[in-house]
């Protein structure tokens, strides 16, 4: 069954303006991580959260996870038109396992 | 240090023809997973390998597909005879292999793009 699932399906917003994605997922899991597609080619890890953690940095990003919600957010401050790509949570129910992937969310930065 | 790299990039092939996609990953990853990305659907686990070994293959849609990793390094994966529903993107991963409770990234490369007509 889908676990990760991301919200909204796609997003467009003014350069500048930050972008905020959400995924939420069914059962416990070791860690989360954030990946982002730009169109036709691989997928790119942009950053993986723990179960005991709460918040992550990394440079523009932020991410979030709420495990008592089974929730995360992914958010983009100060966009830039080469942020647009396609961003997918993808959780790890334990160490080694798969990811399982929702079906992420497309986001568009306009110039 | 090199990512995962993948072969071919691009496919196009007839149904009831076989297609073999390769995954080099990357130097020391013992974990090597295959996925899928049939369009406008999430992406889905095939095949997790650790070193030579077949440690999860509870992905594998049916048994046109085959996975190998000799040796440990590179893997192969082989659809024969190929559907018209195989078509899709298929990555590879890798990954250090994690103890007890820990977990590493997962690095994905480039895709294999499969057309079946």
């Known amino acids: 069954s889908q676990q990760g699932e991301e919200d909204p399906q796609a997003l467009s917003i003014q350069e500048g303006e930050n972008a905020t994605m959400n995924c939420s997922y069914k059962?416990?899991?070791?860690?989360l991580q954030w990946y982002r597609q730009n169109s036709g080619r691989g997928l790119v890890h942009l950053i993986l959260?723990?179960?005991?953690?709460r918040e992550k940095h990394s440079g523009r990003l932020r991410v979030t996870l709420d495990t008592s919600k089974k929730s995360s957010s992914l958010l983009i401050t100060a966009s830039r038109a080469a942020d647009t790509a396609s961003y997918f949570c993808?959780?790890?129910?334990?160490?080694?396992?798969?990811?399982?992937f929702g079906k992420g969310t497309r986001l568009s930065v306009i110039a | 240090e090199a990512g995962v790299t993948q072969f071919p990039s691009h496919s196009v092939i007839e149904k009831g023809q076989t297609v073999t996609l390769r995954c080099d990953p990357i130097?020391?990853?013992?974990?090597l997973y295959w996925y899928r990305r049939v369009m406008g659907k999430e992406i889905k686990f095939l095949l997790h390998?650790?070193?030579?070994?077949?440690?999860?293959e509870s992905g594998m849609p049916n048994n046109r597909f085959l996975a190998e990793r000799t040796g440990g390094t590179y893997s192969t994966l082989k659809v024969q005879p190929a559907e018209l529903e195989d078509s899709g993107v298929y990555f590879c991963?890798?990954?250090?292999?994690?103890?007890?409770?820990?977990?590493?990234?997962?690095?994905f490369g480039p895709g294999t793009r499969l057309t079946v007509l």
């Open positions: 991963a890798s990954s250090r292999l994690a103890g007890g409770t820990g977990t590493d990234t997962q690095y």
């Open positions: 059962t416990s899991i070791n860690n």
């Open positions: 959260i723990r179960s005991n953690e």
């Open positions: 993808a959780t790890g129910p334990s160490g080694n396992t798969p990811l399982v």
């Open positions: 130097s020391g990853h013992d974990n």
């Open positions: 390998f650790v070193k030579e070994s077949k440690q999860d």
